[in-house]
């Protein structure tokens, strides 16, 4: 699958994958910042962004294309950061391709199995008509009905674009997310160890990596650190000045 893809700077290459209903335009302020010292690839993961639509969506596949991407690039060995859904998928990627990844970074999501929290985003989402739709506002005022966190309505809308006949858009391919969302919740561990250098960097106010995932974390990448900013589950958002400097002083 040819991926999208967008290249700032010079250097030894980081790669980074954003998270569920996200795409790599969520990055950008990050990927400029760290271009200074690296050359920093982001990526639209499949169904997302500008990248191909597909039924099958789940981590085997988007580690396929991962490793199908980095092939086609000649990159034989990256650092690689992934947030949420991006996360699991750098990690089950270090799982199978160790050679290939110098150094690890997950931002905010554990090696293990969620349940199920984003049932008002889908209802949100599906009960937009884009059709009808005249105006983003039009949209936006649909979704907060059932989406009551702002930030969040705000972070779907930025998937919302206009196509060449003026209607609108999401950039990801919703029905396929929404079948195979059980797939994004879970984590296959196929019992092969990182050995790498990792770092977890985990938002203090997100629920998303707890203390009773440690062992699951140590028994997995045994050379893994853990850091956290003052944030959310959106940390790179929300502190991403911090979120550089995290990054740069784990990476050199």
């Known amino acids: 699958m040819e991926l999208n893809y967008k290249i700032y700077g010079q250097g030894y290459p980081l790669l980074i994958l954003h998270g569920l209903l996200g795409s790599l335009d969520n990055w950008q302020s990050i990927a400029k910042a760290l271009s200074e ?12 962004g500008r990248s191909p639509h597909a039924d099958a969506f789940n981590y085997e596949v988007m580690v ?3 490793l199908e991407f980095m092939e ?35 931002a905010d999501i554990a090696p293990i199995s969620y ?46 674009y206009r196509k060449e006949d003026h209607s609108f858009g999401w950039r990801f391919n919703l029905d396929s997310i929404q079948h195979s969302y059980q797939n994004i919740l879970g984590y296959v561990d196929n019992g092969e ?28 990448f045994p050379n893994y650190e853990l850091a956290s900013l003052d944030a959310g589950h959106w940390l790179h958002a929300e502190r991403p000045r911090e979120f550089v400097e995290k990054v740069v002083a784990f990476l050199g």
């Open 64 to 66: 396929a294309d991962l």
């Open 193 to 220: 160890v990182y050995d790498g250098p990792t770092l977890f960097l985990r938002g203090d106010k997100s629920r998303y990596i707890q203390e009773r995932d440690f062992s699951v974390m140590k028994k997995i």
């Open 115 to 160: 349940a199920a929290h984003h049932d008002d985003v889908f209802a949100g989402l599906k009960a937009v008509n884009l059709d009808e739709a005249l105006q983003r506002a039009d949209v936006e005022k649909i979704i907060a009905q059932h989406v009551k966190e702002n930030d969040t309505v705000q972070f779907l809308m930025k998937a919302l």
């Open 72 to 106: 086609q690039q000649y990159i034989f060995e990256a650092y690689l950061l992934g947030h949420s859904m991006g996360g699991k998928t750098v990690m089950q990627f270090a799982q199978q391709n160790e050679a290939m990844v110098k150094k690890l970074i997950v």
């Open 37 to 48: 010292q690296y050359m920093v690839i982001t990526i639209d993961a499949r169904n997302h």
